[in-house]
């Protein structure tokens, strides 16, 4: 089993059924979790932290262009640099799709406490 450093709740809540505890996140899994409920989160969602989030479904209603896939960008960016001090952004590319209505989003981070270059995660932002 390797090492445990980051630890954090399943993002299901899901039952272990060994332990009869819920099941939780460990190391990298842990901090995607923490970076997918930040990018997921509205401001002012989160009773006794209103100011936690990224708010992006706001740029949603945007016309769907690279200008604003350039707002989204800095505020995920701002969000992840507030909100998840564990990793360092070292590539983000936010693909407008018009036809679509959507951005695809590809972002990739280095974790800095751990010996973990990088690792990606790529969503799709739509109305």
Known sequence: ???????????????DLQTKDLKKSVNINAVRNSIRNILQTRKMERRMMPEFG????????EPIDEVTGKKIGSAMIEELRIWEPRISVT??????????MRYD??????????????DVIEFTLQQ
């Open 1 to 15: 089993m390797a090492t445990e450093i980051y630890s954090d709740l399943h993002p299901n809540f899901v039952k």
């Open 105 to 118: 989003i590809v972002l990739e981070y280095r974790i800095e406490s751990v010996n973990i270059n990088n």
């Open 91 to 100: 590539s983000l590319d936010v693909i407008a799709d018009p036809d679509f």
């Open 54 to 61: 990224a708010s992006l479904e706001q740029l949603l209603f």
